[in-house]
């Protein structure tokens, strides 16, 4: 932040302001000074956000019945926060940015980004820390190894017979032991005590032994597999709003009177929507339905994400509806061969706004919640940064959906569903065909979700 600051604010870091409808162009050095800042701020993104909900989670005890209900709150109320940083962004520090400068626009979070920093140190007295536990992706590789140099080894019937370490000791350290489970029943020969084993007396080398508990690691990341990629669909539902979602509004009225709302502020909305949801989740939602399945949380995490796809699914098909409506409207007036916005006001846009909103409550926070718990103690960070790149996979999954589209609908020169004028096209068919996306892979959800075992902690 401090290098995008100086890119804004030093005149030789910059280019000079533009004379009329000339503008000079960056060169070399100021163009390095820029990109530098923003690649150094995703490099800093990648440690704190698979970290701090990690982080923040392992403040409360899980062995405390009180605690652990509380830390299923703390997910809620992690993810409201941002949601408040994101409003205050997109509207406060967007018109600073506007009407001020640029310089002020990234010196404001800079400076509080640093109060953050302090903030963060101050409290090092009070934290809970877990013990390191050395690289997850070496240990998941040893098992893989192991498992193969014992190709042709038998697994016996009886688990106890599986290598593990005495009484509550863990080869891991700061982790708990897991106790065996019958998926993937090959990963199992990692752990089995060969006879090359028995003569030479070496039961530490991992690459050749491990333990239950570190099969039972892997195992586990592999059975949360397939609920993480169904995750996916939704990150490419949620991309909409930044990329579908302003190219319909952009074709909608946009003025309120005097004033013209720009079409990529719609998803303000979106904000404000897990602003008002979290708390209705956790203060209304979660007591009531306690009672009923007298559940600490009310839902269980699965059935949370599973209602957020639903919501989804709902998102998509209102979409599609204020896109019929659009396209009636300009066949209506015969604007249809013209790229211009048609008289159907913008804030018909809300509804999806607020339901993908509502869904992300649900699936994102869900989410969060589902990897922290389900993984073992030494992976949790690394499972909340799996549960991150849905987001990024989603967006890839968009553009991929995207290319196929447009190379299928366009051929024989037809303007396909999403050409540069709305108005001849179906987006409305785009919209459709990401709802029935959707649905089906509700339905891979339904049934991975209830074959999905829990992991079990000795």
Known sequence: MGTLTLSASVPSFRPPACEGSICKQPNLAQRAILFTGLYVIALGTGGIKPCVSSFGADQFDDS???????????????????????????????????????????????????????????????????????????????????????LNVEIPQDCSLLYELPDKSSAIKGSRKLEHTDECKFLDKASVVSDLDFRSGNFHDPWRLCTVTQVEELKTLVRMFPIWATSIVFSAVYSQMSTMFVEQGMMMDTNIGSFKIPPASLSSFDVISVIMWVPIYDRILVPMVRKFTGKERGFSVLQRMGIGLFISIL?????????????????????????????VSIFWQIPQFFLVGAAEVFIFIGQLELFYDQSPDAIRTL?????????????????????????????????????????EGHLDYYFWLLACLSFLNMLLYVFFSTRYTYKRTS
């Open 64 to 150: 405390n019945p009180v605690e652990r209900m509380k830390r299923g709150s703390f997910f809620n109320w992690f993810y409201f926060s941002i949601n408040i940083g994101a409003l205050v962004s997109s509207i406060l520090l967007v018109w600073i940015q506007d009407n001020l400068g640029w310089s002020l626009g990234f010196g404001i979070p800079t400076v509080f980004m640093g109060l953050a920093i302090g903030s963060f140190f101050m409290g090092t007295p009070l934290y809970r820390f877990q013990k390191p536990g050395g690289s997850p992706l070496t240990r998941m590789c040893q098992v893989v190894v192991a498992s193969f140099r014992k």
């Open 315 to 343: 998102s998509m098909v209102a979409a599609a509806s204020v896109e019929i409506k659009r396209l009636e409207v300009a066949r209506a007036l015969d604007l249809v061969d013209q790229k211009v916005a048609i008289p």
């Open 383 to 423: 499972c909340s940064a799996l549960a991150l790149l849905t987001t990024a996979f989603g967006n890839y999954l968009n553009s991929f959906i995207l290319t196929i589209v447009t190379a299928v609908t366009t051929k024989g020169g037809k303007p396909g569903w999403i050409p540069n004028n709305l108005n």
